[in-house]
């Protein structure tokens, strides 16, 4: 582990003003030593080779490597050394008078901002980014939602019951109302908190809250307007000239991260879960040795559910099975990258998940796959050399992420064409079958690696199954549960790819911790048998006592949008126990984050007085004021800090002790 108390003690005698340059010359030494040692954990792609946990993909990393074709493990290699000022945070690029970079030599910007501002500025861009990155795609569904209550999209209103029961809770009068009327209320609802400019309630924020937690934040001034309008203020007092003190600018950071939780993730999951329905329990077969060769083999990769809904409602019509037939296919088959094979497998069943969004090109290089449905967000542009390399149509749907190379077929910026879905899945069905058969010389190569796994878990699938979650509160209580962790994320090739996330869940499993898992760290989790009920045999007694022989130690809730589910599965415990969110034993647990969504969903948590767990450091390591607020300083306003321990092995033992102590302050 890198400590930072050094760091900061330095960088507090600048910020004093003692005029002696030792001391500056002291903290910038310090800095960057604690970046160096932090950059000698970074695995090479040997490494990963080596220790990866998922055998395919030390298959496919030597079968594409022998191919000739690059994969990011080979860019991260030649990214080496990477730049001690972008990791530590202290780079500015906010002006054209720069770049500036806080040195020796110069400690503070053209502008006069030191490291303390150009750091929090620098993480606040990212905050902002996370929250546009989920409002947008979120956005999407909530318009879709408001046009199928309108008749003008022709997909049907699956999800009645969370519709009306979302509804009520946003104080929305159910009676005699049709699912149509309450989908055009709802939506504009969502669509208000999410783009509102004028100063008013959030209303989602205030009907899905707890009171405790809204007087928290009302107390720190931290209510946010509207995601567009936090967005727009965050953008704006990190432009020239403006928001000049650090501590200012993250409580703007604050505001992000409740506009994050509130609008860009919940609206957006009531926004699905109302036009497509929850999930329902089923088993799928993961990892690649579930492609199936002779099949129309289509991958759907990205965040937006809308349009891939419909090729795959259009991809079981038999009109397109008997067209795929014909041309020497025995049928069309679907497969999940990132989370938009996430959405398609919980919902509809048959879409087998492959990978997330790091081993995409892993994916490609099978050769196995004839069409890739491209939509938004964690679709690197590599993706078109591997594709092209193995002759894979690779088809873009959005106007906000394109492809140079791919052909589009999608919607409009306007989304002023949301009325042409069904034409525009036939499109692209019709692309995959020709593709099938202009690849027919195309070799594959399967690696032989495939595992039954569990997904589909929810609230409302817990209250069926145990009658009630006051049954899994009394087994938290009395410890055959120990605690609850939400394991999520992205991946990064700064730790070891999968094996940080599948280290942490043994180690919680074995401690009787029931783990909740969603996103692209689910992945490794479904390949390697932890959403399996056999994963019992790798877990602590009490669980197994409690979980009995059909339910894993590791439930799956879906795409990384989900992590509304566990915030609601806290909830509910919570409720049931009849106290705070922040006093009982969870954790929020994302080892090998790599986005701005990642900073966003970790903030979320910890506004919720939840701790969130890391095994890669945010870029703050230039500042020891920021690095203080984070990882201390919050503990005393929110409830909840950021806790980073590079070693996952290590970062499991500090979730386990952290959880032990919660219990033991509620004397259980």
């Known amino acids: 582990m890198i400590f930072y108390r050094d760091i900061r003690y330095h960088h ?16 910038f030494d310090d800095y960057n030593n604690a970046v160096n040692e932090y950059k000698k954990s970074f695995p090479s792609k040997a490494n990963v080779i080596e220790n990866t946990p998922d055998p395919a993909v030390r298959e496919m990393l030597v079968h594409m490597e022998k191919q000739g074709c690059e994969t990011c493990f080979d860019r991260f290699d030649s990214q080496k050394p990477h730049c001690n000022f972008g990791i530590a945070g202290v780079c500015c690029k906010n002006c054209n008078m720069g770049p500036c970079r ?30 546009a990155a989920h409002g947008a795609r979120g956005r999407e569904v909530m318009l879709a939602l408001k046009a199928s209550g309108e008749g003008v999209l022709n997909i049907p209103i699956s999800g009645e019951a969370k519709l009306r029961k979302s509804a009520a809770q946003l104080g929305i009068s159910t009676e005699g109302k049709t699912k149509e009327e309450l989908a055009i209320e709802v939506a504009g ?3 208000e908190d999410l783009a509102r400019t004028v100063p008013g309630e959030h209303k989602t924020l205030k009907a899905f809250a707890t009171k ?21 203020e965050a953008l704006h007092r990190t432009s020239t000239g403006t928001d000049g003190d650090w501590e200012n600018i993250m409580k703007q950071l604050l505001r992000c991260g409740l506009a994050f939780a509130w609008s860009s993730v919940l609206g957006s999951s009531i926004a699905m879960d109302s036009l497509f329905g929850i999930p329902a329990r089923s088993t799928v077969k993961a990892n690649l040795g579930a492609l199936k060769e ?32 014909e041309k020497g296919a025995h049928g069309i088959q679907f497969y999940g990258i990132c989370c938009s094979g996430l959405s398609a497998m919980y919902r509809y069943g048959g879409v087998i998940p492959l990978s997330n969004a790091i081993g995409a090109e892993l994916v490609l290089g099978t050769g196995a796959i004839d069409l890739w449905v491209a939509d938004v967000q964690d ?39 949301l009325d042409e879905t069904e034409a525009l899945a036939k499109t692209i069905l019709k692309r995959a079958i020709e593709s099938f058969e202009e690849r027919r010389d195309v070799p594959v190569f399967i690696p032989n690696y495939e595992v039954d796994a569990e997904i589909g878990f929810s609230v409302e699938y817990a209250t069926s199954r145990f009658g009630s979650m006051e049954v899994i509160a009394k087994a938290l209580e009395e410890g055959k549960i120990r605690g609850v962790v939400n394991l999520v994320g992205c991946n990064n090739p700064r730790v070891m790819y999968e094996k940080a996330i599948a280290d942490v869940a043994q180690k919680l499993i074995e401690n009787n911790i029931l783990v909740l898992t969603n996103g692209c760290a689910s992945f490794p989790l479904l390949k390697l048998g932890y959403c399996n009920a056999k994963a019992l045999e790798k877990a602590g007694e009490g669980i197994r006592e409690f979980l009995g022989s059909d339910l894993p130690p590791v439930w ?35 080892p090998e984050w790599s986005n701005e969504k990642g900073v966003g969903a970790a903030l979320g948590f910890r506004l919720l007085g939840i701790n969130s767990y890391h095994s890669v450091y945010p870029p703050v390591q230039g500042s020891g004021n920021v690095m203080k607020y984070l990882f201390e300083d919050t503990q005393k306003t929110l409830g909840a800090v950021m806790v980073v321990e590079v070693d996952p092995l290590k970062l499991a033992d500090r979730i386990i002790l952290d959880i032990n102590e919660k219990r033991k302050a509620l004397m259980w």
């Not at 405790?212 to 727009?232: C, N, S, T």
């Not at 993706?383 to 106007?399: E, G, L, P, R, Y």
């Not at 809730?557 to 009849?578: I, K, P």
């Open 12 to 27: 507090r005698h600048i910020n004093d003003g003692d005029g002696h340059h030792h001391h500056q010359n002291s903290f």
């Open 102 to 131: 806080v040195t020796k030599k110069s400690p503070r910007g053209v502008c006069g901002a030191d490291a303390d501002l150009i750091v929090a500025r620098n993480l606040l861009r990212w905050v902002a980014a996370g929250v």
């Open 189 to 191: 609802i969502l669509l």
């Open 212 to 232: 405790e937690r809204i007087k928290k934040w009302q107390e720190l001034d931290i209510l946010p307007i509207g995601a567009y309008h936090e967005v727009f």
């Open 294 to 325: 002779g099949y129309v083999n289509i991958a759907v990769h990205g965040h937006s559910p809308l349009l891939v809904s419909e090729i795959v409602k259009q991809g079981r019509n038999p009109e397109f099975i008997q067209l795929a037939k």
């Open 379 to 417: 679709v690197f542009p590599s993706i078109m050399d591997v594709a092209k390399c193995f002759k894979t149509t690779v088809v873009t749907t959005s106007d906000s992420a394109r492809l140079p190379g791919a052909e589009h077929y999608g919607y409009d910026h306007h989304h002023s064409n």
């Open 556 to 590: 799956h809730m879906g795409e990384c949008l989900d992590n509304a589910r566990a915030s609601a599965f806290f909830r509910a415990l919570a409720d049931s126990l009849g106290r705070d969110i922040k006093d009982l034993p969870f954790a929020f647990a994302s």
